[in-house]
């Protein structure tokens, strides 16, 4: 199937996306979304929307030196959301720490992400 | 705190669910719900609706003998959501599988889970 939301599809670009943030390439990772996607980072907070405003968050997550570790296989659905479950290990504060996340992300029928939704709760902040 | 959305008394639900899960408590599961709670499992079916189509939910798929194997820890987040990482252990058709499957639930101020929302796709499906 090459339809952007059959789960194959859906489970290939969260992939593609831990690749190109490791890799420091934050215009790749904002090319995964749609134009005019939204990102809710944590679950709570006032989203960001549009392809500038997200290519602005990578750049500022990508220059903390945060890589991705993804803890579980991506999970699909049977609609236009999958799951990706990580954890992120960046500095903080000067000190190492580990963030644990669950994204979920719902696409469009090109096979771009419409939303990104990241949960963390302060409490899966956690300094090692 | 003691807030329904508090971060920590969300993940404790969780944990909750699962072990009365395990224990085929069907209708301890259903308690953790509010009387007008929603699930949709697997996301892109059909909702139900309501106490006791989520209790004969819970009593269907408790009576399957599946077990659920927590594979991450739960996250929360910053509003009223949380995520809980799993495997389903079940037998499909007299085969041994496994489901893997990632739910997002929302709660309300008193605690009890409003809606939730089951990421699993067919390609989850792994016969073992």
């Known amino acids: ?3 952007g939301t059959d789960s194959t599809a859906m489970k290939a670009t969260l992939l593609a996306y831990v690749e190109r943030f490791n890799a420091g390439d934050a215009q790749g990772v904002a090319a995964l979304y749609a134009d ?4 809710e980072d944590p679950v709570g907070a006032q989203p ?19 890589r991705l570790e993804v803890v579980a296989p991506p999970r ?33 029928a090109d096979g771009r992400i419409r939303s990104m939704r990241a949960h963390w709760a302060p409490d899966d902040v956690h300094f090692l």
Do not use: N
């Open 76 to 108: 699909g659905s049977h609609g236009d959301a999958a799951a990706l479950t990580f954890a992120v290990h960046v500095s903080l504060e000067g000190r190492p720490a580990r963030i644990d996340v669950t994204d979920i992300m719902t696409f469009g």
């Open 36 to 39: 005019d996607a939204t990102v």
């Open 48 to 66: 960001i929307a549009g392809k500038p405003a997200i290519l602005a968050f990578y750049q500022h997550t990508t220059a903390l030196g945060a």
């Open 1 to 3: 199937m090459t339809h």
